[in-house]
């Protein structure tokens, strides 16, 4: 794997995204209007849609959330990337860090090698899961393997009080450990008879499904799960209204059913959850409950920092 010091682009886009988001989401957000919505292009009854957007596109990544904007209304859903990257020579970041959230990565098609602080390093393929839960602070390296693009979507998701400054722990899931009820693979949480191997804290569901033309599927939410989002990689879906490839859809907060059905072979992901119940108090890499537990998280960031740099690689 090849080593460079953690980018200066990754860095400004971080601090853009983090302290300027909320414009993008005025500007590229929309709320809908049932009753105008295309007849052909809604199901009634459905689970009404808050709004959506197609967020902001940077070279291969579109991001869709972020934790200034729409990571405020889904919490603890706080960022979310749609990523299509060419194999390269060079890191797509660099080594980075995190704290107070864990970041998932669900690889779609091609696949990705990894590095993280608590040593582990290998690769995923298509279909495979990275969980890496930075906890108390972790640097984490990763990019597309030789051969095919990468096509991922990245989550990130922030901790509770409880596990924000824990050890780092990060697990790596092959495609084949990641159990399927009907068209939808659970990469956390529990659907139906299938549960994610990932240790991640209870109250959350996130699924990848995936529907024929014309399938319809209908998401009945846990007790509590009153935050509810999807987005589509490809193909389209029917709702309370149209939901387009490259689009993320937030639905009202309830506790009602989602209905959708698929406009074209779909692929999409969902999420579900119980809502956090903290403010999120953001850093440049990271989002806590509290100053004091985002000042804690940045200190071991630097510590690692500090032996990453003595050993040649900052």
């Known amino acids: 794997m090849s080593h460079k010091p953690l980018s200066c682009s990754h860095r400004s886009l971080v601090e853009m995204e983090m302290n300027n988001s909320a414009a993008v989401l005025a500007r590229d957000s929309r709320r809908f209007d049932f009753e105008n919505a295309p007849e052909a292009a809604v199901i009634a009854g459905a689970r009404r849609i808050a709004l959506t957007t197609s967020g902001r596109r940077h070279g291969p990544i579109t991001r ?3 934790p200034s904007d729409i990571g405020e209304l889904i919490k603890p859903f706080v960022f979310l990337d749609h990523a299509e990257v060419a194999p390269r020579p060079e890191p797509l970041f660099g080594i980075h860090p995190h704290s107070g ?5 669900t690889v779609l098609r091609g696949g ?3 590095e993280d602080t608590t040593g582990k390093t290998g690769t995923v393929p298509t279909g495979g899961l990275e969980w890496m839960k930075a906890g108390n602070g972790v640097w ?4 597309p393997t030789p051969g095919e693009p990468l096509r991922a979507f990245q989550l990130w998701v922030a901790l509770p009080a409880s596990e924000e400054n824990a050890p780092a722990e990060s697990q790596y899931i092959a495609p084949d450990a990641v159990q399927e009820d009907g068209p939808a693979r659970v990469i956390l ?15 959350i569901n996130y699924l990848h499904v995936r529907l024929k033309d014309g399938q319809r599927w209908r998401y009945t939410p846990p007790d509590r799960h009153t935050v509810a989002w999807l987005a589509v990689d490809v193909g389209g879906l029917r709702s309370h209204a149209p939901i387009h490839a490259g689009e993320l859809a937030v639905f009202e907060e ?3 059913a989602i209905e959708l059905e698929a406009d074209g072979d779909t692929s999409f992901v969902l999420g579900s959850a119980i809502k956090h119940p903290h403010p999120l108090v953001l850093g440049y890499y990271s989002v806590h409950t509290s100053g004091a537990a985002l000042a804690q998280g940045e200190a071991e960031i630097n510590r690692i920092g500090q032996r990453l740099r003595a050993a040649g690689r900052l």
Do not use: C, E, K, Q
């Open 64 to 66: 869709l959330v972020s």
């Open 101 to 105: 959230i864990a970041t998932l990565t």
């Open 112 to 114: 990705m090698v990894y």
């Open 140 to 143: 984490h390296d990763g990019g």
């Open 189 to 203: 949480g529990n659907y139906g008879r299938a549960t994610s191997p990932i240790r991640a804290p209870a109250g």
């Open 254 to 256: 309830s506790s009602g």
